[in-house]
């Protein structure tokens, strides 16, 4: 039985050169990772394969924003976000994330890939980090996750709609 990872707040950096790889099935169970996700996440190719992508998830991150991402990738679009993710010993790294669905020639839905590369730390300090902590309180206050989720959902849109047209503007002007 897995034991649950926690969190240790030390953060780890990864090269700028280097991206971070990832396909998943429609399940979101890993069927491919690269040398760079092994080597951040602490993780064995061996561990990865198979595993539910949620195996580098951060409790710090916004169930609002994973929502807001799921919700575009499964629209057919794709997806650019800053996640903050989780280590096998519990350390933190950053990762600007362009997540995209796989599909055949029909369009049928086959998995989805994701590209991660470094983000830019001044986004990160400045907008990203007050914002996902404002997401969270506001997931935490009420007395369910379900509400929790809802009201954090419509902060994270409302706050969109006040600094852009669309997300995909407002990422891309941070």
């Excluded at 990872?5 to 429609?26: A, G, M, Q, Y």
């Amino acid at each position: 039985m897995k034991t649950e990872t926690i969190p240790t707040n030390r953060e780890v950096f990864f090269d700028r050169d280097h991206f971070i790889v990832s396909k998943t099935d429609l399940k979101g169970r890993i069927t491919y990772v690269n040398r760079a996700f092994c080597a951040i996440a602490n993780y064995s190719e061996k561990e990865l394969i198979g595993a539910p992508h949620s195996i580098v998830r951060h409790p710090d991150m916004p169930r609002a924003v994973f929502k807001f991402m799921w919700d575009r990738i499964l629209e057919g679009h794709e997806v650019f976000a800053y996640v903050k993710n989780m280590t096998k010993s519990g350390d933190h790294y950053w990762v600007f994330a362009h997540v995209t669905p796989s599909c055949d020639a029909a369009g049928n839905f086959l998995g989805f890939h994701s590209n991660r590369r470094t983000p830019d730390r001044r986004v990160l300090g400045e907008t990203i980090i007050p914002l996902y902590e404002a997401l969270r309180r506001t997931e935490a206050a009420p007395a369910n996750a379900k509400d929790g989720l809802v009201a954090s959902y419509r902060q994270f849109s409302d706050i969109v709609q006040s600094k852009a047209r669309s997300y995909d503007e407002l990422v891309f002007s941070l």
